[in-house]
């Protein structure tokens, strides 16, 4: 990377700054221009991405174990075996295989009251009722601090976990860390207690009444008890009425089970690099999805924007100095043991990945990608920076990379594209995840910024 | 302002830029800093606004003369006169009353085909087809060049601009406003050389067949002809029908009329400034809408981010140092006589604007404001970015206010909120601009970015 140094003004501001930072630079960056814009054009003219996205959600959602999945991944590898990439291949992965059933019920046995149904979805992997219902009176606590306040009180009880979406953060994605907890560790937490069963409020930024599911955690040594979320409406509803009513006594029916292991695959397919063929640029989303919604924005949406990626390519007739591989990973919702497995051979074959894309936060207008790195290559890919916003970048910072990504040894950039992500977390693991919820342009103009990003890594390396 | 001198590293990047530039900033905009995280809080726990707009567009759609507006006008009387604001009050404004009727009609005569009805409405202003149809051999442009050099055999026929969005730029509205000088002089320029009535494709980013409407412009000199847009599906049908059959005969039925003038209200709301209240922080939007939808984005959501913006100051107890005045303009869309009147009172009345905010390209997710006015003026409102990043915003730019602000003399700062674009051309001025197409928190940071830059403005001036 060449660095430049910049005459100040006194009166310098960022706006300055920013023209200053695209006049001043990097030639080795700028000579990609009309590639870059070349790659931008074709995007937005060609709604090719999104129309196999709408073909791969019409399978409907992709839960590992589902024929759904299965169906996805002929429809997968026989679309990218068309396209003539040099290399098409999968892996087999051995991924869990739960199912939800058909029986979801919770109802209010006493105080009798007209309304008895709330609206709820099995977290995934959780057991079910065992064929009956749970009936018990329910305790409910804001946060941890609360339960482990009130321990003594929860033996034989429906645990409700009432804690509530910090929507006053701009980030939504650290408003669902803070809150997702209760959903991943509030089943064991309250088991240890002797709890039946827990409730948690949905982890959502919306305030409608559609539950939204993912995963718990069970802990080896405490009993697995049953989870299930509340969609937010019927979660204040249960709250008002625990604090309006003393006692309140629901009955919980659950069908789902975990049906041991299944098989899934990685789907991958590459461009050889014509230079550097050992060294490989990494872009990939998951193909799994929750069972609920058709799972458009996560992550098929992800997956799609990846395979136009290298599309992109061949269509360009661009010649890659580095491999290009694009990689559809399995099963990342209930286990992760696509990304897993991918990273376990990748070490062994003595692979060697510069950098990793992924794209898992939902196809929506472009912000920025975040970059685990370290700060020498972090600013490295800040002078893709002018050829980026192109496509509406405005920045490279450092952040998390992405869930299945982070799973492969020794990379030196783990990249998250990073979308705006103020809507994510309306449709997120539940029935509104579909397809009339993506935009063409937005979702395209993301691939634009995927593509221009592998292409300069690719050329320009990281060093 | 204050201004200061970095120090420079020689590995100097955008990221590290931001971060010096918010480590570093002015202290007298950091003071703020605890009053710009509460309005930015109570935007995002307070959905106030956004169930608002859903009262406003029950109404239906407020097109200039209609009752619907009239509706729309009381409801936004009541509902201001209710806060306990220092002033509100009206401004009567002379306004042209257009109806749409009730027939658009466009059928294919000949060559004889299956389909034959093309989805169309009327553009904003057209006269009517006399209470009969238009029967003529239609003749198509791609532009206003082709229009010329084929002029002599325009006579007598229906001419169609089959101009097509440009979906390659970024920005969204420079694509509209490459595409719209078909809608706006499409008729005058055919009439010019004795077409019966001007088609066009609809100009928008979207692929589905929904019409778009919006003003056309009459030349005095030249006879006035019908003008509608087709959907842009039934513009891609026919213009491969004129390409493959040689001559096509068209049908045309409108029964829409222009009925003279009609009383509107410019509805004005404020705040009295504790210091220099003779100078006056706008901020606004239109109340007026196309007769299509219900005009959620285009532009009730910036009338109720306007007013939500007043409302925060009251909550939060904010007195304002100078007057912080809400305007509902009548008649943006047109005619701009609420805008046109609103200025001309005001500098009769020699009232001192230093700053006009307007919200009118959707109420989409916050990226930044784009000011006209002088470079000075710019950094100042470029030194405020650190508490407007609180809500999203990127970056402050030179650009273009906004057509109702800009009507008005004098103004130091035109300012235009310049939220995310690339979803507006999907629905501005059709059927597509809904309430369903809102999303709460994008609304809501949007309103929190108007009321900091507000609160800012008022507080430090712009000198």
Redesign the interface.
């Known amino acids: 990377m060449k ?4 005459t ?1 003004f ?6 300055n ?2 023209n200053l ?1 695209s006049q001043h630079s990097n030639p080795d960056v700028e000579k990609h221009r009309e590639t870059a814009i070349s790659i ?2 074709l995007a ?2 060609d ?1 090719h991405g999104y129309h196999l996205l709408e073909k791969l959600v019409e399978f409907g959602p992709r839960l590992s174990g589902s024929e759904n999945l299965i169906n996805a991944e002929n429809f997968l590898l026989e679309l990218l075996q068309n396209y003539g990439f040099d290399t098409v291949y999968y892996q087999n992965v051995e991924a869990p295989h739960w199912v939800r059933g058909n029986t979801e019920k919770l109802n209010i046995i006493s105080p009798y009251i007209e309304k008895k149904h709330l609206a709820i979805r099995a977290l995934g992997n959780s057991i079910g009722t065992n064929g009956g219902e749970i009936n018990a009176p329910v305790i409910m606590f804001d946060n941890f601090d609360q339960l482990e306040e009130a321990k003594e009180s929860v033996k034989g009880k429906i645990v409700f976990f009432n804690n509530k979406y910090d ?2 953060l ?1 980030n ?1 994605f650290e408003g669902y860390s803070k809150a997702v907890r209760y959903r991943v560790d509030g089943a064991w937490r309250a088991a240890k207690y002797g709890a039946k069963a827990v409730l948690i409020r949905s982890v959502t ?1 919306s ?1 409608d009444n559609v539950p939204h599911t993912g995963t718990l955690r069970y802990v080896d040594t405490i009993p697995k008890i049953p989870g299930a979320a509340l969609g937010v409406q019927d979660a204040e509803f249960l709250a008002s009425l625990i604090q309006n009513s003393g006692e309140v006594v629901l009955s919980l029916n659950l069908s789902c089970e975990m049906k041991g292991l299944t098989t899934v695959k990685n789907i991958i397919a590459e461009i050889r690099g014509s230079v550097k063929p050992e060294e490989i640029v990494l872009v990939g989303g998951h193909i799994d999805s929750w069972d609920l919604g058709d799972g458009s924005h996560d992550d098929g949406g992800g997956c799609m924007q990846s395979i136009d990626v290298l599309r992109i390519f061949k269509v360009l007739d661009l010649k890659p100095s580095r491999t290009i591989r694009c990689v559809l990973f399995a099963n990342e919702e209930n286990g992760l043991r696509g990304a897993l497995d991918y990273g376990k051979n990748s070490k062994e074959m003595g692979e060697k990945h510069i950098a990793a894309i992924e794209s898992d936060a939902g196809v929506f ?1 472009p912000r920025g990608f975040k970059a685990k790195t370290d700060s ?1 290559t ?2 490295k890919l ?2 893709f ?1 002018p050829l980026l916003q ?3 970048i ?5 952040g998390g990379g992405g869930a299945d990504i982070n799973q492969i040894p020794d990379v030196r950039a783990y990249i998250g594209y990073s979308p ?1 992500e ?2 994510y977390f ?1 449709l997120h693991h539940s029935d509104n995840d579909t397809f009339d919820k993506v ?4 979702m395209q ?1 993301g691939t634009a910024a995927m593509a221009i990003l592998t292409f300069l890594i690719s050329e320009e390396g990281l060093d």
Chains 1, 2 share one sequence.
């Open positions: 660095f430049f140094i910049f100040l006194l009166n310098f501001t960022l706006f700054f920013t930072y931008k054009n937005l003219n709604p929507q006053t701009l939504t930024t305030f207008t020498l972090l600013s800040q002078s920076l192109l496509t509406g405005e920045w490279v910072k450092p705006d103020q809507r309306d935009n063409l342009r937005e103009l």
